[in-house]
Every structure is written in C-alpha cells, then in structure tokens.
C-alpha cells in the first residue's frame, strides 16, 4: 500500500507545471506553451489574417480612391465628405436603426415566451424545439420565397385569411392598413413592419434556443425558496428568471443586432429594398454603390462609416463575456445599472418615434395588445391561485399553454406548410389558386420540371461540395485554435481571443466589397475556390469561439491523468479531449454548415456563371422579373430545405448542450 501511495509521485512532478526557475528565457518571455500554440493556432491566424483582417486593411485604402475610367484616383476623405449629403446614405442607415430595434424587440419577446412555455413541458419538448427550429435552419432564399408568395395582395393566403376571419375591421379601426387586399411589401406604410415581421420569424428560434439553454442553468433551488416566501408567478418570472437569464439576454441581443443591423439577404429577397427607398438598409446601399455602379471607393466608405456602431455593440460583448468568465467585475451594479438601462430605453424609443412615427404606432399597437393578453392570463392566474383553486389554476395553465404552442406553432411551421403543399400541386393549380391550400391531386410534375428546366441538380451539388468543404476547414482550424486558448498559456492569448471575437462579430458588408476586389485580381470570381476560400471569414471566428468556451468546461484534471499516465499534450488532446468535446464539435458542425448551406451575399456578388451557383443564388435567378414559378420553387425549397432540417432534429440535443456550455457560459 505505500508503495502505490509513493509511486505516482514522480510522474506528478514530471509532469507538473514547472516553477519560474525552469522555465527558459523565451518561455518566460512568451509563456510555457508558446511553442505548441504557435502550432496550433497558425492555420487559424493565417485564414483570419489573410480574409478578415488584410481586406479590412485594403477597404480602408479603397474608400480613399475614386474611379476614373480604368484607374482609380487617390481622393483623400472626399468619398465620407460626400456621404452627408447623400440622400441614399441617409435613408440606409435609417432604415437598418429601424429594422433593427423593432426586430430585437419582438425576437427577445416570442423567443422568451416561447423558451418559457417549452421549458415547462415534461413530455414533446425535443419535438416542439425541433419544429420551432425550422425556420432557422431553413435557407433565407426559402423564407423570401414563402413569406412574398404569402403576402401577395390579391392571391396571398394572408390576405385572404384575415378577410375569412374577419379581423380585417379590426385592423381598419387601428390604423395598422389604410386599404385592403393591404400590398404588405408593396405599400410604403406596409412595407418595412412586413420585412420586420419576416426576420422575426426567422429569428426567433435563435432566442429561444438560447433562452432554453439559459433557464436550464438558473438553480432549481433559487424557485423553491421563491415559493416558499409566497413569491406569485410573475415576482418568479422578475426576480428569478429575468436576472437569471440577463447575461444570455444581452449576449444574444447584441450578436443578433449585428447580423440584422447588416442584414442585406433577406431585404434584398423580398422588396429590393423598395418600395422606392422604404426598406433598403446601408448595406444595400454600399452594394449598389460598389458592385452596381463599380464606386468601390464609395462603396467601401459606405461600409465603414457604419464601423464606429459595429464597434461599439462589440466592445459592450467583449466586456459582457470577460465579466461572465471572472475576469472583470461589472462596473455598475444595483440602481446604477437600472439607470442607465431606463436612459438608453427611453433614448431609443425616442429616436425610434423620430426616425419613423408611423411605424412606431403599428409597433405601440401590437405590442400593447400582447402585453394585455399576457397581463390578463397572469391576472386571472393569480387569481385562482389567491382564492386556493389550484386545480382550476393548474387547468387554466394548462390551456393556456396549449393554445399559446398552438399559436406559435402556427405561426412558424404556416410559410412551410404552404411550401410543401405547394411543391405537390399540378402547375394549372398553382396559376389558376384552385384548393390552394390542398394539392388535388398530388403530383410530382414541380420536381420533374426543376431538374429538366432549370440546372438545379448542379446548383446542388456546388452548395454540397463548397460547405463541406469549409466545414471541414473550419472545424479542423477552430479545434486547434479553441483548445489553444482554453488550455495553452503563451503571451497574447487573450488579445488573439479579443481578435477572434471581434472578426466573428465582423460582417459581411465590410468585407464583400475588399474581397471581390482581391478575387478579380486573383482570378477567381465565378469559380467554387472563390466560395472555399471566402466561406472561412464568418464559419471560422465563430467556431473557434465556440470551441474555445465548450473546451474550457470541460474539467482539467481528466487531461492531467494522461498527462501523468505519459501522455503527450498533443495525445491527450486527441484521446481525452476531442471525445468529450463531441456536442461542441457537432454543435459547430451544424452551425457552419447551416451558415455555408444559406450564404447569399458572397455567391451573390462572386457568382455569375449559372454553372458555378449555388442553390440560394441559383433559386433567386429563376424568378425574372414578375415572372415566378411558384411550383417549381416550393420544389426547390423544399428539397433545399429538407437535408439540414434533417441534421438538426439528429442534432438537437448536441446543439443546445453545445450552447450551454460553449457560447452562452462565454
């Protein structure tokens, strides 16, 4: 027995940090695993380097030149001089601020509500989340497509389902449509809340993802004693859930409002940016300006005057994820916090009323009409509760939830429900809108016409082969990377996570434009390597900070028994901890290649060959002008759309504990 007390020793103190005296002059200059974290994070700063930051660089010098002719002028400042007075510009950026806020708003509100309602069902709830995240996974092309075919005036089935219902006097008394059948992406009073409603759908399954992952982790024990004190449901929802969830709140709501603050997809899918100028965020602008008219200088200026507020959502979740990860205290704390959340809400609702007092009314109205129906089932749940009818409370409850799931559930899985009935319907039912919302009778004439009429089986194809291609980069580089700096200590490590956040954070709209540049010089626009090597930009940063969160959960010491056994650093990384980081890395897989399956943007611009489309590219090109072959697009939709649905219901479980223990825990 002593002697297997006393055998381990030796191996402990091999394999143990060694001390300050050890240590050699450049490990004590650059840190103890400088050379193993070179090693591992050079793929990882050769791609980040070379098609973030390089063309970052060269957008810069860009935005200082003007096009005359073939050459391009140096003109100092003159292109962000003439931005003042550009008309454009300035509807641009309103217009994203707009779309941004009320998104934000009703996003953290269903996807809160809904996380709630989900979270309190002990049977279904894999298979409600799953459904919830449909429109998620789902292309954006996909969502475009479904969401203008639903909101068409005359033959839309939105129109014609409030006609049925009978809400349409409702809606008249309330001011939220001046005429009917309402032009909901035609009508400049209409136009921006329907492009708003439209994100929030797809939205809203990112929050409530989150939201679940972040109520999974608030202390069962923190409700118990709640209702111990006589704590009523809505001081367990104030002073429980919100504080619980505050940090995954803001997180989510300031990486949401950059991706939708830069959307440029999904407008352009939609309306265009019309009618006129009413929906065309500053992105749109930056493309017209840049790629349109060939401006690069002015285009490129387009995109960083907006950095300054890029920068500081950014800085506000740098901050936020040192904080949750014990680095830093929050500054403010108690009534101070308050304060200033009080000052910046009402600075933003009134810059709200200011840019659009129109939209601010339709927004006032729907909010105000929610908040009475949640206020009002509270009230009558307290109550019941009050009076010690807890059965009639608990079947009150129950109903409610029922109803709110059905609802909810309605208005996601509705626009896919139309798809896919639509895909099976003969093409004289889909022109002449017979049993529109029945195929009589099925068919598959709309697949059949695809592939004969249209190149959709190498559109395919092309989109198979570019996203696992870089999935496959992007998993191999972030896992060295994301072990690197959870585990390595080497100088620079956290300046080189600070620089992986903030090129994940970075959008597309400051980099399409450098990029498109370089690849004309290189050669290669309208080929699959200028998607393979441009898809890294935003599935790489992202991986990795994943990765590096999900690594850093996982407990130390299991790594430090192979180390003792003789294992090597590399070894134990390999045998130890890339089988316990088997949910973070599918969680990765899944996102990348969700993000590589629905990329516009980049193939958008980089793409003009019909050869060389991918499907989100290739499925916009068949619509020529008025001209939409609905059959043959809810096809296409519905086969686009079927794989990655696919892989998240196998992957759902392994995609929320990735969350809780990679991006939410920071």
Request: aromatic residues 10%; proline residues 6%; charged residues 10%.
């Amino acid at each position: 027995m002593r002697s297997l007390r006393t055998a381990p020793a030796p191996a402990v103190k091999a394999t143990s940090p060694p001390g300050p005296g050890s240590l050699t002059g450049t490990q004590r200059r650059l840190g103890r695993d400088w050379r193993l974290a070179a090693l591992f994070l050079a793929p990882t700063a050769v791609l980040v380097g070379a098609l973030v930051l390089v063309p970052i660089v060269q957008s810069f010098i860009t935005s200082t030149t003007e096009r005359h002719g073939a050459d391009s002028v140096f003109v100092g400042l003159d292109n962000y001089r003439s931005l003042a007075g550009d008309q454009q510009f300035r509807t641009g950026v309103v217009n994203s601020f707009v779309f941004t806020a009320y998104a934000e708003v009703f996003k953290v509100m269903l996807g809160l509500a809904a996380a709630l309602l989900l979270h309190r069902l002990r049977r279904g709830r894999a298979l409600l989340t799953g459904l919830l995240l449909v429109p998620w996974v789902v292309p954006t092309v996909v969502t475009a497509f479904s969401w203008r075919s639903l909101l068409d005036p005359i033959f839309g089935s939105v129109n014609a389902l409030l006609t049925g219902s009978g809400i349409v006097p409702l809606l008249a008394s309330l001011h939220l449509v001046d005429s009917w059948p309402a032009g909901w992406l035609s009508d400049p009073a209409l136009a921006m809340p329907s492009v708003i409603l439209v994100n929030v759908w797809k939205g809203v399954p990112f929050f409530t993802v989150c939201f679940l992952a972040g109520l999974k982790a608030i202390p069962a024990e923190h409700y118990e004693a709640a209702t111990i004190d006589g704590a009523t449901p809505w001081q367990r929802f104030r002073h429980v859930t919100l504080p619980g969830l505050r940090h995954v709140i803001t997180v989510t709501v300031t990486l949401s409002s950059i991706w939708t603050f830069n959307n440029f997809d999904l407008v352009w899918l939609l309306t265009q940016g019309g009618p006129g100028d009413v929906t065309a965020p500053y992105v749109l602008v930056a493309y017209t300006k840049a790629i349109l008219q060939l401006q690069y200088g002015a285009g490129a200026a387009v995109t960083l005057v907006m950095l300054p507020i890029i920068a500081g959502l950014v800085f506000v979740l740098v901050r936020l994820l040192r904080q949750d990860s014990g680095n830093r205290r929050p500054r403010w704390t108690g009534p101070t916090r308050t304060a200033f959340g009080w000052v910046v809400t009402a600075g933003v609702t009134a810059l709200l009323f200011l840019a659009s007092p129109e939209i601010f009314w339709k927004v006032a109205v729907v909010l105000g009409i929610l908040l009475l129906i949640v206020a009002g089932i509270g009230r009558v749940l307290s109550a019941l509760d009050h009076r010690g009818g807890r059965r009639a409370s608990a079947a009150v409850s129950r109903a409610g939830t029922g109803v709110a799931l059905a609802g909810l559930l309605a208005f996601v899985l509705g626009p896919m429900y139309w798809i896919a009935v639509t895909a099976f319907k003969s093409e004289s039912q889909v022109v002449m809108r017979d049993n529109d919302l029945w195929p009589t009778p099925w068919t598959l004439d709309q697949f059949g016409a695809l592939f004969t009429s249209q190149p959709f089986g190498r559109w395919y194809l092309n989109t198979l082969m570019v996203s696992a291609a870089s999935t496959t980069v992007a998993l191999l580089c972030a896992a060295l990377a994301g072990y690197a700096l959870a585990r390595l200590r080497f100088r620079g490590a956290q300046g080189f996570t600070v620089t992986v956040l903030l090129t994940y954070v970075m959008p597309g709209a400051l980099l399409f434009i450098p990029l498109y540049q370089l690849l004309i010089e290189a050669r290669l626009t309208d080929s699959l390597w200028s998607l393979v090597l441009t898809y890294p930009t935003f599935t790489l940063p992202f991986a990795t900070w994943l990765l590096t969160g999900y690594f850093a959960s996982i407990p130390v010491d299991l790594e430090e028994a192979a180390l003792v056994d003789g294992s090597t650093r590399i070894q134990a990384f390999r045998r130890v901890v890339l089988p316990l980081a088997r949910p973070g890395l599918l969680a990765v897989a899944l996102f990348t290649l969700t993000n590589a399956w629905n990329e516009f943007l980049f193939a958008f611009v980089f793409i003009t060959k019909d050869e060389y489309k991918t499907l989100p590219v290739g499925m916009q090109s068949m619509i020529a002008g008025d001209v939409v072959p609905q059959g043959q697009l809810a096809a296409a939709s519905l086969l686009v759309s079927i794989p990655v649905v696919v892989m998240y219901a196998f992957g759902q479980r392994f995609l929320t504990e990735g969350l809780t223990a990679g991006a939410v825990k920071g």
